[in-house]
């Protein structure tokens, strides 16, 4: 059985014959290197992913950012900016008490301050969810550390997106219709005009040496390590994001309390491929037994 170095090792000495691999041709490869997997349905985030994945392929984000670290307060203007703010829309119908703002960029990346990102009012417990997976990969927890960032800032990392094949915003051929509930501090963001709406593929799929299949918005370097966050017990996951009160005055570090229930796993990208099909793991295709799709 090959480690995931070795691996790594591997992929990035085939380099030159994967990449002969057929590749959208608006596919820009980066070198960033550590991935930050969100699986849009074995980690319980619901709609999250298509705010994400919106503001990725829609709004021009894009997928590569740089935790910071910020202040508290420095992390509450960025809300602000994203229309997150203190009673923001989403606190009020049609949504209300049951819902949070989410927002992309994260409030936790420098890219968010020059304002204009884009939020969605999303259930409490798909952001708790969201929120987890982020403070796991930022602060590599117990046994994990030396993975993600590490607690150490700045942290250059890339977001990739496991199962999210059945979201238009989430793919090589977007559908950017705004489907009501996609908002900037402006407001509702409008529909694009033909001239401004994606033209060709946008970003590529990537084999992982798991077998699973993650797609990335802007593409990936073959030998990037990727990294999910496992649950050592399921239940008690969902329970924390179904229960857990947010408080826009803290930042992740709310979130502390469920870390020891998670772990990170390490992986590693080994080859382009051409579309979200011929994942090897049942974790990551939706199918594995006792996993089901969330709604908090």
């Given at each position: 059985m090959h480690s995931i170095?070795?691996?790594?090792?591997?992929?990035?000495?085939?380099?030159?014959?994967?990449?002969?691999?057929?590749?959208?041709?608006n596919l820009e490869r980066r070198s960033v290197t550590k991935l930050m997997i969100f699986d849009c349905v074995n980690?319980?985030?619901?709609?999250?992913?298509?705010?994400?994945?919106?503001?990725?392929?829609?709004?021009?984000?894009?997928?590569?950012?740089?935790?910071?670290?910020p202040s508290k307060s420095t992390a509450s203007k960025r809300s602000?900016?994203?229309?997150?703010?203190?009673?923001?829309?989403?606190?009020?119908?049609?949504?209300?008490s049951a819902y949070q703002c989410d927002e992309y960029p994260f409030k936790s990346?420098?890219?968010?301050?020059?304002?204009?990102?884009?939020?969605?009012?999303?259930?409490?417990?798909?952001?708790?969810?969201?929120?987890?997976?982020?403070?796991?990969?930022?602060?590599?927890?117990?046994?994990?550390?030396?993975?993600?960032?590490?607690?150490?800032?700045?942290?250059?990392?890339?977001v990739v997106f496991a199962n999210a094949g059945n979201i238009g915003y989430c793919n090589i051929t977007p559908n950017c219709k705004n489907d009501g509930n996609e908002y900037t501090k402006d407001g509702k963001v409008p529909d694009p005009k033909k001239r401004e709406a994606p033209t060709g593929p946008v970003?590529?799929?990537?084999?992982?040496?798991?077998g699973d299949v993650v797609y990335a918005p802007t593409g990936a370097e073959v030998g990037a390590m990727a990294y999910r966050t496992v649950r050592k017990n399921e239940t008690l996951y969902h329970e924390y994001n179904r229960n857990h009160e947010?408080?826009?005055?803290?930042?992740?570090?709310?979130y502390d309390y469920m870390m020891d229930?998670?772990?990170?796993?390490?992986?590693?990208?080994?080859?382009?491929?051409?579309?979200?099909?011929?994942?090897?793991s049942s974790a990551m295709n939706g199918t594995a037994q006792?996993?089901?799709k969330r709604d908090y």
């Open positions: 170095a070795a691996l790594a090792f591997l992929a990035s000495s085939c380099l030159v014959m994967v990449q002969s691999t057929a590749v959208p041709a980690d319980g985030l619901g709609d999250v992913c298509d705010n994400m994945c919106f503001g990725a392929n829609c709004q021009g984000w894009g997928d590569s950012f740089v935790w910071d670290k602000t900016k994203a229309g997150c703010g203190s009673g923001n829309h989403c606190s009020k119908a049609p949504y209300g990346v420098e890219e968010s301050d020059k304002g204009g990102q884009v939020n969605r009012c999303v259930k409490s417990g798909y952001n708790n969810a969201q929120s987890q997976v982020i403070r796991n990969f930022y602060n590599s927890y117990a046994g994990f550390k030396g993975k993600g960032c590490d607690k150490t800032a700045p942290c250059d990392f890339a970003g590529g799929y990537y084999k992982l040496a798991s947010y408080s826009e005055h803290q930042g992740y570090e709310q229930n998670l772990e990170l796993a390490e992986d590693v990208v080994v080859a382009i491929v051409d579309g979200p099909q011929g994942s090897a006792n996993i089901t």
